[in-house]
Each structure stands twice: as C-alpha cells, then as structure tokens.
C-alpha cells in the first residue's frame, strides 16, 4: 500500500506492507514525491499520470491511501491538489480515502508511534494513512 499526502503541487508518497505475522513495514523507495509541474499544460499532468502509473508498477502498489483534504470553506484546499488527486484516481490502482480526524483517532487508538526513522518527517501523514489502511484490511 502506499500512502499519499497532497500538499500543493507535490504528492508525498509513502510504501508500507505486511508479512505473514501482519507486522508493518516501511518499504524505502527512492520516489518519496511526486509533482505537477504546470496544472494548466496538458502535457504536465501526463507526465504526473504515466509517473504515477510508473511508480505503482515498479513498486507493485494495490493501492493508494490519499489523506483527504478539505473541499470547502477557509481553510479548504487548492484546486491543483484536486487534479493531483484525481490523476490517481484515474491511474488504474485502487484509491481510499482518510479523513485527518479519522486519520488521528486511528493513530491514538492503535498506539501507533512515531514512524521508524526511515519515514522522513514529511512523509508522516502519507505513512500513518497507509498503515490505517493496513490495519483495516
């Protein structure tokens, strides 16, 4: 599984798995982001989309866990985050949802800790939804 956290014009990727036991592991992959260069060019958000379906072939992702972001109101999120968002849903790999409160209960809930040391800060929330996702499967 692969977490996704969307900030901007990058999303932030993050790949968990779990072995027989059902322990977690974080996988460390060389591609801990990927952005869209011009959301108004054409050709930009087909080379985010051939990356996007890169990246899950090469890594044989099932599926991306994208932190949800805000649709309306203050402090909603920008536009280009929803054409990231939408490319991986049209990528062809399974794609679920968290909300942030959701996101937090699971976190204080599971006694999840700190991510190992090889989640770079960043990358915390795009870990934490893959392991919710993990632990729900």
């Known amino acids: 599984m692969c977490g996704v956290d ?3 014009k990058e ?13 977690i592991e974080h996988l460390k992959c060389t591609t801990k982001r990927l952005a869209l260069n011009d959301h108004e060019d054409a050709a930009s958000l087909d ?3 051939k990356a996007i379906k890169a990246f899950a072939n090469e890594n044989k992702i ?3 866990i994208i932190k949800s972001r805000q649709a309306t109101g203050q402090l909603a999120a920008g536009g280009i985050t929803f054409k990231i968002e939408a490319l991986f849903q049209l990528s062809g790999t399974e794609v679920t949802f968290v909300s942030p409160p959701t996101l937090a ?3 204080k809930k599971s006694n999840i800790a700190t991510p190992p040391q090889s989640v770079k800060q960043y990358q915390a929330d ?3 939804a893959a392991v919710w996702k993990l632990a729900k499967v």
């Open 11 to 23: 999303a932030i990727l993050s790949i968990v798995c779990s072995d027989s036991d059902d322990n």
């Open 105 to 107: 209960a699971f976190v």
């Open 6 to 8: 969307i900030k901007g």
């Open 126 to 128: 795009a870990y934490r």
């Open 62 to 64: 099932e599926g991306f």
């Open 47 to 49: 080379a985010l989309m």
